[in-house]
Nanobody
Framework: QVQLVESGGGLVQAGGSLRLSCEAS????????MGWYRQAPGKQRELVAA???????NYLDSVKGRFTISRDNAKRTVYLQMNSLKPEDTAVYYC?????????????WGQGTQVTVSS
């Protein structure tokens, strides 16, 4: 069983920064990809940023240039550096790790961490 433990959420003023961390209980190198999703009240969960095992990244358009995803395979950890935060970034952020097993994608999720950006 894989556990993903998140940290780093909190309350910040608009324009501020936060750094989220997510540590996997098993080596992240075995995952095809890791990423961060978010879900605001009344909205669907959306992909914010993802990073492949090879280091390729992709971002939600609204966070490009403000957020940076990175991973440290030795520490089994993925990070999300969030700068120039806006009130619309307020949501619960979830860490995701995924892999293909016998051709089927398996997803693993963290418990979520609240990010609140005040105006």
């Amino acid at each position: 069983q894989v556990q993903l433990v998140e940290s780093g959420g909190g309350l910040v003023q608009a324009g501020g920064s936060l750094r989220l961390s997510c540590e996997a209980s098993r080596s992240s190198f075995s995952f095809n990809g890791m990423g961060w999703y978010r879900q605001a009240p009344g909205k669907q969960r959306e992909l914010v940023a993802a990073i492949s095992s090879g280091g390729s990244t992709n971002y939600l358009d609204s966070v490009k240039g403000r957020f940076t995803i990175s991973r440290d395979n030795a520490k089994r950890t993925v990070y999300l550096q969030m700068n120039s935060l806006k009130p619309e970034d307020t949501a619960v952020y979830y860490c995701n790790a995924n892999r293909l097993r016998l051709g089927v994608r398996e997803d693993y999720w963290g418990q979520g961490t609240q990010v609140t950006v005040s105006s």
